[in-house]
């Protein structure tokens, strides 16, 4: 049996991360009526900032979310998505790619800018140990520069706990949009899964969901728009019939650690500098919370905890490349993705440069490793020209996506300004059709 909920809503958007609540910000601003519906619980950002409380909000605590060929990916299951947990980068990405598909995304990039008060790192916030990996990067030729964050400096206290959350609100997430999409209106409800899209003659009239007790749940709208990100949304899609979840890319990455005599990273602005190699692929100075780290040093235990006890010691660098869409998400949420020949060579590649950073920066040679390969970009799984057209709208009438998801291919750079960027797009021109 399923209940019949008495909420009428012009629009039903599904999930409430960077595409949804931007996407609800926008449109309630216009005067539409918004259910945003969110599987996950509303957190307050004071609660965050701690490894472990942070844990059960990722998805399968980040610790058994793999796919079948052992790679693990990332995202939360939380109001304002996996924007809570970012690391705070800026960077405009896929602009020419969208361009040269007819989605000009100029106007709407700068206005994410500004919404997002986007700027590069400030000197006085390049931290002792940062300051050492970017000297040692330049004298082997891969020269940094301060990477450009969504970050409110005069707030900042460089804990380095971005991807725990940001307990001092310095950091832009999904969660600002949000609140003003509630307070223009929206309707915002947590704790429901949404399973599949409702729909008659081939057009979506609405979402039937999962409460937490697993009632089945029903809400109805003139329009529907998923955005539950890169593994949520195919989903749902191909739940309702619709075929999705192939092309799937994570913006594969690894992070070459090292230990080092003096003060390591652990203490300062996360990824505050950035080297963009021709080869495809970006360094950046970053170390997992302790905790992670366990699971992602293919070492013995033994020598891992050794490697976790000196955390504020150790120096590190992430490597990330624009992978391969090859993956897929299966309709019970399963995914399958493995890193290509290509993806290794770019990942082995950028990994020798790491090693050779490290070393410079002063990093005891026995102690540097590389972790496993990892994924926190989700995306491309219901891409643009594959799954839903130029206006984001799918083959059933009605039911659209705004979420990475619609990427065409793997950024390899961090997507949330692409994303913000798209929805204010999407919402000016689904403003123009009738309700
Ligand atoms: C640790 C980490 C650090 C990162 N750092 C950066 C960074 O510095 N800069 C950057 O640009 N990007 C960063 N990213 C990536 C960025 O956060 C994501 O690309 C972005 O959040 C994707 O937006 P989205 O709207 O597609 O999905 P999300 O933001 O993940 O939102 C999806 C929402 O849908 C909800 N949902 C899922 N399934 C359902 C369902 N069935 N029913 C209802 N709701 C559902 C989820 O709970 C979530 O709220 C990082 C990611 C991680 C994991």
């Known amino acids: 049996m399923s209940r019949k909920l008495a909420i009428s809503a012009d629009i039903i958007i599904v999930g409430s991360g960077v595409g949804g609540a931007s996407l609800s910000k926008e449109l309630a601003e216009k005067g539409r009526k918004i259910l945003i519906i969110e599987k996950g619980p509303a957190v307050s950002l004071k609660q965050m900032g701690s490894e472990f409380l942070c844990f059960r909000l990722y998805d399968k605590c980040g610790l058994w979310s793999k796919s079948r060929e052992g790679i693990f990916y990332y995202r939360t299951i939380m109001a304002g998505g996996t924007s809570v947990v970012s690391c705070g980068n800026a960077v405009r990405s896929l602009e020419d790619k969208l361009k040269k598909i007819g989605i000009d995304l100029s106007k709407e990039f700068a206005a994410a800018e500004r919404e997002l008060g986007t700027r590069p790192v400030p000197e006085k916030f390049l931290g002792p140990a940062t300051r050492r990996i970017m000297r040692a990067a330049r004298k082997i030729g891969a020269k940094m520069s301060p990477m450009p964050k969504l970050v409110n400096f005069k707030r900042c206290v460089s804990c380095g706990n971005c991807v725990v959350g940001c307990r001092t609100c310095a950091k832009w997430s999904a969660l600002a949009p949000l609140k003003l999409a509630q307070k223009r209106g929206a309707s915002l409800i947590t704790g429901i899964t949404v399973t599949r899209v409702l729909t008659s003659w081939n057009r979506a009239i609405g979402v039937e969901g ?92 033994r020598r891992n905890l050794k490697i976790a006890l000196h955390h504020n010691r150790m120096l590190g660098i992430m490597a990330k490349i624009s992978d391969d869409s090859r993956g ?70 009605g039911l659209f996506v705004c979420d990475a998801s619609v990427l065409p291919v793997a950024p390899g750079l961090p997507p949330i300004v692409t994303i913000v960027a798209l929805a204010k797009k999407f919402a000016k021109n689904l403003i123009k059709e009738p309700i």
């Open 210 to 301: 999962l409460d937490h007790k697993g009632k089945k749940i029903r809400f109805y709208a003139n329009k529907v728009i998923l955005a539950a990100g890169g593994i949520g949304t195919p989903i749902i899609l191909q739940n309702s019939k619709i075929e999705a979840g192939r092309k799937l890319f994570l913006d594969l990455f690894t992070v070459t650690i090292g230990l080092a005599k003096d003060s390591g990273l652990a203490k300062e602005l996360t990824m505050a500098a950035v080297y963009h190699s021709r080869q495809g692929f970006i360094l950046s100075p970053f170390i997992d919370p302790p905790f992670a780290l366990a699971s992602v040093v293919p070492v013995p235990l």
């Open 328 to 397: 897929r998400v299966y309709p019970d949420g399963k995914i399958e993705k493995k890193a290509t020949r290509k993806d290794l060579r770019k990942l082995a590649q950028a990994a020798k440069i790491s090693r050779k950073i490290l070393l410079a920066a002063g990093a005891d040679p026995k102690t540097i490793v590389t972790t496993r390969i990892r994924g926190a970009h989700p995306g491309g799984s219901a891409a643009i020209g594959e799954v839903v057209n130029k206006n984001l709208e799918t083959k059933m009438k």
